[in-house]
């Protein structure tokens, strides 16, 4: 299996990918293909896909931001069963990620991640793939060290029509074990800045900004 990188929608690997997370994920949260010209051309960001004998099998994004010494894992897909997809790009992109911040001089403290609530969301099939049901996923994470950041999440839809989007966690990877909490002004910061490509929020989404910032510290709370 190879670990790719697509820096373009041109590439035949970004179509594959683009297909595959339009049948594991449910509307909202997948980006119009031509709208990924520019994300892609990003180098605080990471598309990369796990190629199994020619085809896209699973794929993942993420990204690193120095200035708060924090990373994000936007998706983790596994298209297939059996293949061990789900272990290899976790591997990869901590790698990957690991040697990225060395080259920049910088620190990592955590990874942010959201993850679907299946006892609050109960509709999404995810393409009947059975890595990828919430309830199996909610225990990777748990597994890897993620930890539910214990406020009211919600995010403005990739749709990109000002819509609120709920029965999400956003969860954190302390790398740290000792962490019990994060700054809210952190989460604030993170959020206000990896939302700032959408033009168009939901009041919701202002509203838990607000509170964010009202606050002192979010706890972390067992997944």
């Known amino acids: 299996m190879e670990f790719i990188r697509i820096t373009g929608i041109d590439d035949p690997y970004f179509r594959q990918m683009h297909e595959l997370m339009g049948r594991i994920f449910p509307p909202e949260e997948v980006l119009a293909f031509d709208l990924w010209a520019e994300p892609l051309r990003d180098e605080g960001l990471r598309v990369c ?11 993942t994004e993420y990204r690193y931001y120095p200035d708060m010494g924090v990373a994000m894992t936007d998706f983790t897909i596994i298209g297939r069963e059996g293949l061990g997809i789900g272990r290899f790009l ?17 620190a990592l403290t955590g990874m942010f991640a959201e993850i679907y609530n299946p006892y609050l969301v109960e509709e999404h099939a995810f393409g009947g793939i059975k890595p990828m049901d919430p309830f199996v996923r909610r225990e990777v994470l748990s597994h890897l060290g993620y930890r539910r950041l214990d406020f009211p999440y919600v995010h403005p839809s990739w749709e990109l029509n000002g819509e609120a989007v709920t029965g999400l966690d956003l969860c954190f990877l302390p790398y740290d074990e000792t ?19 959408q033009e168009r929020k939901p009041e919701a989404w202002y509203g838990m900004i607000r509170d964010l910032e009202n606050r002192d510290t979010i706890p972390l709370r067992p997944i």
Do not use: C, M, N
């Open 49 to 59: 896909v796990a190629v199994h004998e020619g085809e896209v099998v699973g794929a």
């Open 90 to 106: 976790a591997q990869e992109r901590q790698a990957d990620l690991f040697q990225w911040v060395k080259r920049t001089g910088g």
């Open 179 to 197: 962490i019990g909490e994060l700054p809210a002004s952190l989460v604030a910061k993170f959020l206000t800045t990896y939302y700032a490509i």
